[in-house]
Structures are given as C-alpha cells and as structure tokens.
C-alpha cells in the first residue's frame, strides 16, 4: 500500500521537501541540515485547502488508525491492512470519517504559525476502534473464527477544514481539495 505525503518546510531556508509517510530522517541538502522527525504522543497532520484560509477556518480532527488484522479459523490464519479515520471530537455536524483516500492528498504537520482554529481532540476511544473494525472487517458470519487481533503501526490525528457560514452562523464544507 502506498504511503501518503507531508509538505513540511523549513524555516532557515524557507524551503519545501515533500516526505513519505514513514520518513523520519532527512538531510536538507540545501543548507545543510539534518532532521530527525519524533512526535510527543502522535503526528498531528493538517489537510491542504485550494482556497485561502481566514479567521472563519476551523480544523476539525480525526484519528487516523492503520495496521493489520489476523483472523484464526479452522485452517488458516488470514491477515488484512486496516486503514481507518474517524472524527476525534463527539459531535454531530461534520462527518464521521474523512473519506478521503489518504494517498491522494497533500498534507503538512499542524505548527503554531498556521493560521485558522483548530479544534482539540477527545481521547482516542480504544473501545470504539474495535468495535467499529470488527464490524467493518470481518463480515463472514459462516465461517467460525477463534481469535482476532489488531496489530497497530501507527496512530495520529488529521485536521479537516471547514468554514463558518457567518450569516447562517452553521458550519460548512470547505473541502475542495
């Protein structure tokens, strides 16, 4: 499965490198700089918009899951990539997933020099990760399964942006992506 991209820039030079999902060491051959890339707790991640953002952009969050899920049964033990994302916050009025095809988009990692608001996530809902897998994962019933298990590779959090409506006071999708 392919990765998706992260613009991440750098601020001694003002120049832009595009990195794999999985890059955590870069050297910056330009000025010569080495980047060692190590979230606190998780990468947190910003959707690019096509049209400017102001002050009525709010980024909204999701939780981002990917890994693997084994199934035991009679014979044979199965295995298959999961990539999930669902909304970080318990709230009606934005979609429950991104839907979005994660390799298809650009992405830069959330700094304090970006401008909108962004919203804090709630805690990552372990409970509700399983359920929702299960669910979605393994939907044959006929065949008798002894032990599922949920390999995680990474977790982290991307933000969606939408806009204010002012004079509907509503918010609305800006993702014209």
């Known amino acids: 499965m392919a990765g998706w991209k992260i613009e991440q820039n750098y601020p001694q030079c003002s120049g832009y490198v595009t990195l794999e999902e999985t890059d955590r060491v870069f050297k910056w051959n330009y000025c010569k700089v080495n980047l060692f890339i190590v979230p606190i707790d998780y990468f947190k991640y910003y ?84 359920n929702i897998d299960e669910a979605d994962i393994f939907k044959n019933d006929m065949i008798p399964v002894y032990h599922r298990a949920f390999v995680w590779e990474s977790i982290s959090v991307i933000y969606s942006h939408y806009q204010l409506s002012v004079h509907k006071n509503t918010l609305k999708t800006g993702r014209r992506i």
């Open 47 to 130: 959707l690019l918009a096509k049209s400017g953002e102001t002050e009525e952009t709010y980024y909204f969050p999701y939780w981002r899951l990917k890994g693997i899920a084994y199934t035991c049964s009679n014979f044979t033990v199965t295995k298959q990539i999961v990539e999930r994302s669902y909304r970080a916050i318990n709230v009606n009025y934005i979609p429950f997933t991104l839907g979005y095809r994660m390799q298809t988009l650009k992405m830069r990692f959330v700094s304090s020099e970006h401008e909108g608001r962004f919203i804090t996530q709630d805690g990552l809902n372990r409970e509700y990760i399983f």
